[in-house]
């Protein structure tokens, strides 16, 4: 089975703090995506990477930034934490399709409050 | 720009019925689908998909239809249990643009009455 790990399952940080999220995936993907999900907006994609030391902003990048320096492993920071950035972060991955989308499978969610 | 949405927002059916999910995309070049489900506290979790190619697939007690004339996605499951009251989210992509990126709903609450 896939498995994709985010590093804390909650988290409470001071508004001005650094925040880096941590993702892992086993299943050699070599797609990752950073997700947010707040009631009534659904997810909303942050940052995605197709490869190492690669990435792409998605919908909402403001405030954040991304680091990709191996496979497995795709981490999410918040330069400065403030309190609209309180919400559950989802990591997502999937296998580069030949041609043909697969589905991303996720990770448990990381729900961040900032104080 | 376009996007995914869903018709209800909640539903909530009797256990052992029938439950009837719905979905609206707009982008007519999308031929990638999937349903996702998410209990409270977890991530979503894959539950079916359909390609472009197809009308209709099924998985254990659930259906997945696709109309491409009216860009409606459904997912049915039928005699609902308690354990599928979750949020169930729709999701598309278009791989032409050489892009793996899922644009979701927003979800549906599916609520089952014991």
């Known amino acids: 089975d896939v498995k994709v790990t985010q590093s804390s399952r909650y988290l409470v940080k001071r508004t001005g703090e650094k925040v880096f999220l941590e993702c892992v995936q086993d299943?050699?993907?070599?797609?990752m995506f950073w997700y947010r999900q707040d009631p009534g907006l659904g997810l909303r994609l942050i940052y995605f990477?197709?490869?190492?030391?690669?990435?792409e902003k998605g919908d909402i990048p403001e405030g954040y930034s991304v680091s990709r320096e191996k496979k497995e492993r795709f981490s999410l920071i918040l330069e400065s934490a403030s309190t609209n950035q309180t919400s559950m972060y989802l990591c997502?991955?999937?296998?580069?399709?030949?041609?043909?989308?697969?589905?991303?499978?996720f990770g448990q969610g990381t729900r961040l409050t900032v104080v | 720009g376009e996007s995914v949405g869903l018709h209800l927002p909640t539903l909530s059916v009797q256990e052992g019925d029938n439950s009837i999910i719905n979905c609206a995309y707009s982008?007519?070049?999308?031929?990638?689908f999937i349903w996702y489900k998410q209990e409270s506290g977890k991530g979503p979790q894959f539950i079916i998909d359909?390609?472009?190619?197809?009308d209709k697939r099924q998985g254990q007690r659930v259906t997945v239809l696709l109309n491409k004339t009216v860009k409606h996605l459904s997912l049915q499951i039928a005699a609902t249990q308690p354990g599928d009251s979750a949020v169930y989210f729709c999701?598309?992509?278009?791989?032409?643009?050489?892009?793996?990126?899922?644009?979701f709903g927003k979800g549906t609450k599916l609520s089952v009455i014991p």
């Open positions: 997502a991955s999937s296998p580069a399709g030949e041609g043909d989308n697969t589905e991303a499978f």
């Open positions: 299943m050699d993907h070599e797609n």
């Open positions: 990477s197709y490869d190492v030391k690669m990435k």
């Open positions: 982008n007519s070049a999308s031929d990638y």
């Open positions: 359909i390609r472009s190619n197809m």
């Open positions: 999701a598309e992509n278009y791989s032409g643009a050489g892009s793996y990126q899922l644009t």
